[in-house]
Structures are given as C-alpha cells and as structure tokens.
C-alpha cells in the first residue's frame, strides 16, 4: 500500500499510558494505551469499499493483496505505527459508568490524503486494556450491520464512519445473543472503519471525573487544532465555540436521522462523535411503521430511553454532560446553558422545514405545527411503513383529489383493511389541506418531485434486509451483502431492477430477532 501516507497525530501528541501490557485496568493520565490487535486465526476478505479505500490512498488494486488482508484483519502491523486503545468514559442509559475505553476496537494508524486526516480503526480485533468482561471480538452478523450500515448512511448524506473493509476472522466467538442463558458460537469477524477520529463524548468526560484539568486542557486543544482550525480567539472563548460547533454538527446528525427514520438505539454518550458522525453500529434499526416510541434495542425496551421521537432530546442531555466535563475550563454555566437551551429551539425550527421539504413543500405556511402533528399522529392510526408513505408522496398531481393522492401512498399501508371510518376520514382531511397547500406553490408536480425525491430516500437499510445478508453470509455466500452494498449506494434513485427492495417488512420479520428485536451482543 505504497501510497499510504502515516500520520500519528494522536498518539505523537497525548499522553500515553506508559504500562504496555495488554492486562485489563483502570489508565489515569492517559488517553490512550498501545495495544497490538489479536492476530486472528484464517482472515478471508468478504467485501471491502473501493470509494473508502481510494478515499485514505489505498487503490482496487491493493485491496486485493495479501497486504490488505493482513493489516485490515490485524494480522500484521502496518510500517512505521503503532496500534492504541483509547480511554474514555461515559453515560450509559442515562447513568454514569465510569471507564469504559476501546474495548474491541484498535485504532491502527492516522493517514493523510488529499490534505485530509483520516483514523483507521479495526473492530473485533482482540482484547485491549478496556476489555472489561469482554473478550474484545465482534460476530459476523454485527460486523455486517455495521459495515453495510455506515456506508448506507454515507450515500443518504448523513454524517458518519466509514467501512472500509470487512473480514471473517476465522475464529469462532461465543455469544448468548438474546441474554437468556442459551450461548452460541458464531463466526468471528473484524471491520475496519475510518473517520477523522473516534473521540467521543465520553473522552472529556473521563478526564473531568478524574480531576485531570491539565489534561483536559491538552486534549481540548489538541481537538481545535486539529479538527477545527477555523476557531480562532481567546482559549475560553475557543472552548465555547468548540462546544458550540459539537452542538451544531449533533444537531444536523439527529435531524437526518428523524429524516430517514434511522434509530441508532445505544446513544450513550461514549457513543457520540465529537465531529457529529453516527458512530458505533450496536441495535440500530430503521422505523418501518412509524412509531416515535419504537425502539429496536431490547435491551431498553422497558425505558425507551433511546426511542426514534426521543433522540433530539437524548443528544441535548449527551450534550449537558459534555458541558460539564468543559466546564472546568470555561468556569461560567451561563453561555455553556445557553447553547444547550438553542439547541433544541433550533432543532424545532430545523426539524419543521425538514418535513415540510419531505412534502415538497418550500413557502412557509401557516399552522405548520398543526399540519405536521396531524400527519404524524395520521401515520400512526394504522401501521404505515415510513419510507413509502413519503417516497410514494411523488406519485400524484396537485390538481387529484384527496382520494386519488391517498390512493398514490395506500401501499405504505401495513393493514390496507383498515383504512376506513374515522381513520379514512382523517387521513382524506389531511390531504385537503397537504393539496391546497400545494396549490399554493409556484412549484410544477415535476419540480416538487425532484426536490422530494432528494430527500425522501427510496431504499434504506431495513433490518430484515441486512439479516437476510446476514443469514446468507452464515452459510458462506456474500451476494447479499455485495447487492445490497450496491443497492444502496443510490438510496435516492429509482432502480427498478431492484425493486422488490422497496416494499413493507414481510410477516416473518415482525418480530424475527435481528429484525424487530436486537440486542447489544455483538
Ligand atoms: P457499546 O455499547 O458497544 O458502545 O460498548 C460499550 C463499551 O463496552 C465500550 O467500552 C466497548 O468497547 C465495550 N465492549 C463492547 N463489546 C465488547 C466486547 N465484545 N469486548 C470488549 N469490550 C466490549
Ligand atoms: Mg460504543
């Protein structure tokens, strides 16, 4: 990989834990410790992205070299690196847990290309130092998720890690998927991800709780050098913008996730990104009927802490915590509280427009909150399939009638059967108002459709696709995972050769584990 360009920011520049042995601890004074991965036992390449590659200066080429194999599996240490763990704290379902770290994932190396940084990080790759209980690897079927799911993102605009590369390990791995006492062995598997970097929440974090202000100072500062060059000022000053730029970038994250009905299902905060990118693929799922109140994670199916229409809120209170582990450098509440009171103020008003631009509707009108809450209240009298109700939006004229565009999305429709009575008569109200608002608009039916098309996607990830990959892939044949890469690689076009991807969850998947019902074993 000869135009591999190492870099070694992080670990050149902070302080590092100076044990080197790979013994579980506690690491004070440190963010990180060196770790090398576990070497795995018959690494076979599944599938690996040839954008994310050429993207950090790796060609198609290389992908298929033993080279690629062998450093993207652990089996090999890259020239010139030398592999970290980092130590990070965190919140856990809304309660402080302490240390918790990297505890299956090893970051190999910084690379520059095209003037840009990149972190490349193995997950399942063994055993660290912030292993925990845990025994560090990862399973086939989580690596699958979360290497189809981040690029799946990725291509529907919304910020997050990238996959580079996906591996069996050749090693099997015992898991007790649904915590009740039945474990399995499954097949082990390593991703490689990549992203500018995989601080978290919950690094700041740590360092506040452990009293190390000296520390925290360094490594806030290391973040603004180097992640965000254009703050500028005062330190306390740079502080607050720092913060304020986190905010910012969370607050545009979770209003594409509310876009697309993504659930992420562990928003804990040692799994938020400081760059705002969706981070850590555990029992995410996407909404298939809209339900605001569905989650995907059994392990917070009593709470819901981490429900769809909860997210903004949960990325407000992740943000609290993140004040207070800055506070100490910035000593005054006031200008940290009102960041957070904006934040969400101004993810109300970004997430008004969002919908509105869903129905393809760009002049302000009146009583919007009243229109959106009656359609989202609508979409829940019967089970209505997300995705398609608004893709489906593009399919009338705004001279039909209520009838007729009803018509157009009766396919989101879980029980068509029960679309009549009261239900029909609110949906037919609706759709009044949605047309004379549409009428209002100096947008053509062409237009509008375009500028819906954008936005709305036609082809996500839903959980029972990525099982049936899963499932595929258990018997050996990757396929799946290949289409599926592919599929959704233009998740706003139409494809009609692949047309059978848009349709509601079959039956089977209702409440099929991997599909309704995850869990964090992974
Ligand atoms: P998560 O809920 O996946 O974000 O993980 C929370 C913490 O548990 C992090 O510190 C992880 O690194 C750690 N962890 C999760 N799974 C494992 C595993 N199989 N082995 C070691 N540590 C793990
Ligand atoms: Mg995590």
């Not at 690689?489 to 409440?511: G, I, N, T, V």
């Amino acid at each position: 990989m000869k135009n591999l360009t190492i870099r070694n920011r992080f670990t050149n520049e902070l302080p590092a834990d100076p044990d080197e042995t790979n013994e579980i601890r506690q690491v004070s004074k440190a963010v990180f410790s060196y770790v090398n991965p576990t070497k795995p036992s018959n690494p076979k390449l599944i599938h690996a992205s040839e954008e994310v590659a050429e993207m950090i200066g790796i060609s198609a080429d290389e992908i298929q070299s033993e080279e690629f194999l062998n450093v993207f599996s652990g089996e090999e240490i890259l020239p010139h690196t030398r592999p970290y763990a980092m130590c990070y704290a965190g919140h856990q379902f809304g309660n402080w847990a302490g240390q918790l770290g990297d505890g299956r994932a090893i970051n190999l190396t910084e690379v520059e290309h095209d003037n840009q940084f990149f972190t490349l990080q193995l997950k399942g790759a063994g055993k660290t130092p912030y292993s925990r209980t845990a025994d560090g690897l990862a399973v086939l079927r989580s690596s699958i998720r979360e290497y189809l799911c981040a690029e799946a993102m990725y291509y529907l605009g919304i910020p997050t890690t990238r996959s580079l590369s996906l591996m069996l390990s050749g090693d099997e791995v015992l898991r007790d998927i649904l915590y009740n006492g039945n474990p399995a062995y499954e097949k082990g598997a390593v991703v490689c991800r990549v992203a500018p970097s995989f601080i978290r929440f919950g690094s700041f974090e740590m360092l506040t709780a452990r009293n190390e202000l000296k520390n925290l100072k360094e490594f806030v500062e290391y973040n603004i050098k180097y992640y965000f060059p254009e703050i500028k000022g005062e330190p306390k000053e740079q502080y607050l913008q720092f913060f304020k730029t986190v905010a910012n970038t969370t607050r545009e994250m979770i209003l594409h996730w509310q876009r697309v009905g993504f659930v992420h299902g562990v928003m804990n905060t040692d799994n938020m990104s400081i760059h705002g990118i969706t981070i850590d693929y555990g029992p995410y799922g996407w909404l298939e009927n809209y339900d605001p109140n569905w989650t995907p994670n059994t392990t917070d199916s009593q709470n819901r802490r981490y429900r769809f229409g909860n997210q903004p809120q949960i990325a407000q209170w992740n943000l609290y915590q993140l004040a207070n582990a800055l506070y100490p450098l910035i000593n005054e509440a006031e200008p940290l509280e009102k960041i957070l009171e904006s934040f969400i103020t101004e993810f109300d008003s970004d997430y008004k427009k969002m919908i509105l631009s869903k129905l393809g509707l760009v002049t302000p009108i009146e009583n919007d909150d009243e229109f959106i809450a009656y359609l989202e209240s609508n979409l829940q009298l019967s089970e209505t399939d997300m995705t398609i109700f608004y893709r489906n939006l593009n399919k009338f004229k705004k001279t039909d009638s209520p009838e007729n565009a009803l018509k157009s999305i009766e396919d989101a429709f879980y029980n068509p059967e029960e679309i009549k009575d009261t239900i029909l008569d609110n949906w037919l109200l609706w759709f009044t108002d949605y047309l004379e608002h549409l009428n209002n608009e100096t947008t053509s039916d062409e237009e509008r459709n375009k500028l819906q098309n954008a936005v709305n996607p036609k082809y996500v990830l839903r959980n029972y696709m990525a099982q049936l990959a899963i499932d595929a892939a258990d018997k050996g044949d990757y396929s799946l995972i290949a289409e599926l890469y592919e599929l959704l690689k233009k998740p706003y076009e139409e494809q009609p050769e692949k047309e059978r991807w848009f349709a509601k969850r079959p039956d089977w998947a209702r409440s099929k584990v991997g599909c309704s019902m995850l869990s964090c074993s992974s």
